[in-house]
């Protein structure tokens, strides 16, 4: 039950475009299509932002995509806003009907 | 609209219990899995544990097994978490969130802080 491995920490300037990668292992991401991606302002509850690797929740801005390639997922913002900043958390199901996290990338708006 | 609010938090000294609860509303709480979730100060998320909407099964972290129980009672449209023996590193604010299992964890509450602490 090792944490998703994504990067600590990534920035853009408004309107811009970033990606966050998030890398897991063959009993996890590369096993299933159940990624999931969770925006988190702090001292907030986390938000759902996409799940099933590519899929929004209702509301959720079509800026934010996700896709997948064998054990490694991704998050891509285009058009930055303000507001984006934050931290984002992938996570996966896992062989062990478990649910796993990645270590979180925080996000700033320049 | 759907709510969660944990309960429960608190000091308590390492070794000792807790029990966190969780009140659910504005869904049918029966047709869903449940799932807590903690951030430790300054660390990410973590998941802990989930529950079949039956309570018929249930999955931890391996961190928590064999000292947390999850549990869930239908008729009172509440989870519960049972922490017992309690170490410094169970430090966190404790999430409850509505579990799509394949969708994700798509309704969150505001957590509830427990410290573990002498």
């Known amino acids: 039950q090792s944490a998703l491995t994504q990067p600590a920490s990534v920035s853009g300037s408004p309107g811009q475009s970033i990606t966050i990668s998030c890398t897991g292992t063959?009993?996890?991401?590369?096993?299933?299509?159940?990624v999931s991606w969770y925006q988190h302002h702090p001292g907030k509850a986390p938000k759902l932002m996409i799940y099933?690797?590519?899929k929004r929740p209702s509301g959720v801005p079509d800026r934010f995509s996700g896709s997948k390639s064998g054990n490694t997922a991704s998050l891509t913002i285009s058009g930055l806003q303000a507001e984006d900043e934050a931290d984002y958390y992938c996570?996966?199901?896992?062989?062990?009907?478990?649910?796993?996290f990645g270590g979180g990338t925080k996000l700033t708006v320049l | 609209e759907v709510q969660l609010v944990e309960s429960g938090g608190g000091l308590v000294q390492p070794g000792g219990s807790l029990r966190l609860a969780c009140a659910a509303s504005?869904?049918?709480?029966?047709?869903?899995?449940m799932s807590w979730v903690r951030q430790a100060p300054g660390k990410g998320l973590e998941w802990v544990a989930n529950?079949?909407?039956?309570?018929?099964?249930?999955y931890y972290i391996d961190s928590v097994k064999g000292r947390f129980t999850i549990s869930r009672d239908n008729a009172k449209n509440s989870l519960y978490l049972q922490m017992n023996s309690l170490r410094a590193e169970d430090t966190a604010v404790y999430y409850c969130?509505?579990?799509?299992?394949?969708?994700?964890?798509?309704?969150w509450g505001q957590g509830t802080l427990v410290t573990v602490s002498s």
């Open positions: 969130a509505r579990d799509g299992v394949a969708v994700g964890l798509d309704h």
């Open positions: 504005g869904f049918t709480f029966t047709r869903d899995w």
């Open positions: 529950i079949k909407q039956d309570g018929s099964e249930k």
């Open positions: 063959s009993s996890d991401i590369g096993a299933y299509n159940y």
């Open positions: 099933e690797v590519t």
């Open positions: 996570s996966s199901y896992t062989s062990s009907r478990t649910q796993v």
